[in-house]
């Protein structure tokens, strides 16, 4: 078995996992371990090779253009998010809190579709609603960071989500993400028939983050699975869209079932982004806020500044997990 290749972000505590899921030596995929012994994404779909020019259109980024090497090179830490104005806002969040002089700048504008910000070695950009649109970017940021032979990459979502039986604010970081059929899977049709890939965050990014919470916060962090619904009424159990044909007391017992499964939440990506991080062995977390407690009731009610609150406090902690990473650097 090869050595650990861990490139350890925190000093281990007590009861951390050992490795990180993406260690070379804990790969048992029958798949080689897309990575280069420098840490580098190594990609294993060969038609890349033979591309002369790839045009990574979501993003309005190509590789004769653009020398993704010296625009991105020095990346680490890639974070989505839903919207435009939050990603933004967390590029502010990271420029403040890493001392960096910063205008925010949308790299990817010409493509009118998703917005992305650099701040130093940080990425912050939208990936809009649901598994789709969330993969689309993710893949596409995937090949950025192979062309610009970035090093062991981390990439994050801050999100919001609907909390089961934990109050409203309350913070979720993801262990699992569980599918709409309750399996730890994603399930993606390819070539008529379904892949399904394994649904799992990495333990011990997952503890480092945990590691990262204050009983100053003021809000509860929790980790646990997350469910990511293909849609946001009947998908969710929703009583409130425009169709809905089971009963308020099926909706309980399902909700409840859920809970009894180990759900914290509920969302839209997390199944697909644990899978194809996991797939690509980068290192990926889930850190969503719940807008509203689901066993309460399907409206989201919350006034604009509680919801832009509430928004801030995922990027509170991996905000300082990153400057935490820098501080441990700094001193070395
Ligand atoms: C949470 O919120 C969005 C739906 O309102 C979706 O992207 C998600 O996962
Ligand atoms: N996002 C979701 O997907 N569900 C909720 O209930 C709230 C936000």
Redesign the pocket.
């Known amino acids: 078995m090869p050595d650990c290749d861990c490139d350890y972000m925190l000093p281990t505590k007590e009861g951390w996992e050992e490795h990180y899921d993406n260690c070379i030596s804990k790969w048992n995929s029958n798949v080689p371990c897309p990575k280069y012994a420098d840490g580098s994404i190594r990609l294993l779909n060969k038609n890349l090779a033979g591309m002369q020019q790839d045009f990574i259109y979501h993003l309005g980024l190509d590789t004769a253009k653009y020398d993704l090497k010296s625009m991105f090179g020095d990346v680490k830490f890639v974070c989505m998010g839903g919207t435009k104005y939050r990603m933004k806002e967390f590029a502010k969040h990271m420029a403040k809190i890493l001392n960096i002089d910063y205008e925010a700048n949308n790299l990817s504008k010409h493509s009118h579709r998703y917005a992305m910000y650099k701040v130093g070695p940080v990425i912050s950009v939208s990936h809009g609603i649901g598994i789709s649109s969330m993969t689309i970017l993710l893949q596409e940021i995937l090949k950025v960071l192979y062309y610009a032979k970035v090093k062991n990459p981390i990439i994050f979502r801050i999100g ?3 909390g089961l039986k934990i109050p409203a604010g309350s913070i979720v970081i993801s262990s699992w993400g569980l599918n709409g059929t309750l399996e730890k899977t994603y399930d993606l049709p390819v070539l008529g028939k379904i892949r399904k890939i394994p649904s799992v965050f990495d333990k011990r990014l997952v503890q480092e983050l945990q590691s990262m919470v204050t009983e100053e916060d003021g809000f509860i962090t929790y980790s646990g699975g997350t469910m990511a ?1 293909d849609d ?1 009424y009947r998908g ?1 159990a929703r009583l409130d869209g425009p169709f809905c044909d089971y009963t308020s007391e099926e909706k309980q017992s399902y909700l409840q079932h859920l809970c009894a499964l180990g759900v914290r939440n ?3 990506e997390a199944t697909a982004f644990a899978a194809m991080a996991r797939e690509a062995a980068v290192r990926a977390a889930d850190v969503c806020v719940t ?2 407690d ?1 066993l309460n009731g399907d409206q ?1 009610t919350t006034d604009k500044e509680l919801l832009l609150k509430y928004q801030e406090r995922p990027m509170v902690i991996v905000g300082r997990y990153i400057a935490k990473y820098y501080e441990k650097i700094n001193k070395t």
């Open positions: 919001t989500s609907g619904a946001f969710q509920i969302e839209m807008l509203l689901r989201v």
